[in-house]
């Protein structure tokens, strides 16, 4: 076979926000043979399970409208990635052969260590647990007692949607509501939510869940015939399980260029990267650049060409608050909160907007490779020759 007919195989393992985009981006050469592999049928829009919990709106999106021609779909789950023989090993026990790997299994909701948390409250990091969820709050009356633990955009905006329908909610944030926001963005979330009858309590964490209470730290019991565990991440440890290494949490420790410090062959995105041990804020605002960046850095290294490093300013959130209100947080370009916001109607159309031009930008990747744009600027460790080989010896 000579040079002109050598194809590359590359494996996407996850296909969320940052995979589908690497995987559309690494269209931009026609001698790459791509395979996403992805536990389901369906993309899920993540940003919009609190709306499948509470039934005013759908979260998934048919693969077949955001994957561009040529890419196979694979509907499985990766067990292990073995760097000695080159191949990704499936749950189902078929193998995959390849050059490169992009690593893009995403987050999780991490394991609750409160006691009678894991046995007794419902997660909503992902779409079985939001599925599950939506179907015990069907079971329930309005008036019943719902408590929503974790006071990040999650736990606000499941409590808005929930407390919009008239339900009976109390939002326990621990380490305060939203701290990320500016202090006049908190005192708008916190107004709505008290206009809306939500009980929010901001100087105590759940220290136990019941089937039918949680208790608070200072020895209170709270009635809660549902209770909502929405606070921290975690992710796949699939990364660990096949010997690379990576950070406390099991991020892929890589480069600044997302290359794995332990095989140049295997390429991190999304919020299961850990660049210089330095991982960004887990959003979906950074995981298509992301995706688009790993991408290229493949593309790099089948060229021959020195991979540039990642480059990405977060600049701030949206939360919605229930379907007719909602906060666009403005921020700079190293993520903190300046004083402005903008709230009410007009936070929640730029909420749905950013929702939708989520999507929007995937399906765009797929007919256009390279189309996809940010904005770069953002604080990175200075990564000097030196100081990435010391990252890959640590």
Excluded at 5 to 27: M, S
Excluded at 66 to 71: F, V, W, Y
Excluded at 267 to 272: F, I, K, M, P
Aim: proline share 5%; with cysteine.
């Amino acid at each position: 076979m000579t040079e002109h007919n050598i194809r590359h195989n590359v494996v996407v393992i996850g296909g969320g926000y940052a995979g589908t985009v690497a995987a559309n981006h690494l269209r931009l050469r026609t001698d790459v043979d791509i395979t996403l592999v992805n536990p389901r049928p369906r993309f899920v829009d993540r940003v919009r399970l609190h709306q499948l919990v509470a039934g005013t709106g759908e979260a998934t999106v048919d693969y077949d409208t955001l994957l561009g021609e040529g890419i196979e779909l694979v509907v499985d789950s990766a067990t292990r990635i073995d760097a000695a023989a080159r191949v990704v090993r499936l749950a189902s026990g078929r193998t995959l052969d390849y050059d490169h790997v992009i690593y893009a299994v995403g987050s999780t909701a991490a394991i609750p260590s409160v006691p009678g948390a894991a046995e007794f409250a419902f997660p909503i990091a992902e779409f079985e647990p939001a599925q599950r969820l939506r179907a015990r709050l069907g079971e329930l009356p309005l008036d019943a007692p719902v408590t929503v633990v974790g006071g990040g955009p999650t736990g606000i905006e499941t409590a808005a949607e929930l407390a919009e329908q008239g339900r009976s909610i109390t939002l326990v944030c621990g380490g305060g509501l939203m701290p990320s926001l500016s202090a006049p963005g908190r005192r708008y979330v916190a107004k709505w939510l008290h206009r809306h009858t939500v009980t929010v309590i901001e100087d105590s964490a759940v220290t136990e869940v019941r089937p039918d209470a949680v208790v608070l730290a200072d020895g209170a019991v709270r009635p809660s015939a549902l209770t909502i565990w929405t606070t921290g991440f975690g992710v796949p440890q699939l990364a660990a399980d096949s010997g690379l290494r990576t950070d406390r949490l099991g991020r892929l420790l890589t480069d600044e260029t997302l290359t794995s410090i332990d095989d140049d062959r295997i390429v991190a995105t999304g919020d299961a990267a850990a660049p210089s041990d330095q991982p960004l804020r887990m959003s979906g605002q950074g995981a298509g650049p992301l995706g688009a960046q790993a991408a290229d850095t493949v593309l790099s290294h089948i060229a021959g060409t020195e991979p540039a490093a990642i480059d990405l300013a977060l600049i701030g959130t949206c939360i919605s608050l229930g379907r007719r209100a909602g906060i666009r947080q403005l921020a700079r370009k190293d993520d903190t909160a300046t004083r402005l916001y903008i709230g009410g109607r007009a936070g929640a159309k730029i909420k749905e907007m950013t929702c939708k031009i989520g999507i929007t930008k995937i399906r765009r990747e797929a007919r256009e490779p390279g189309s996809l744009a940010w904005l770069k600027g953002g604080p990175r460790p200075e990564q000097s020759a030196s100081t990435a080989q010391a990252v890959r010896s640590a």
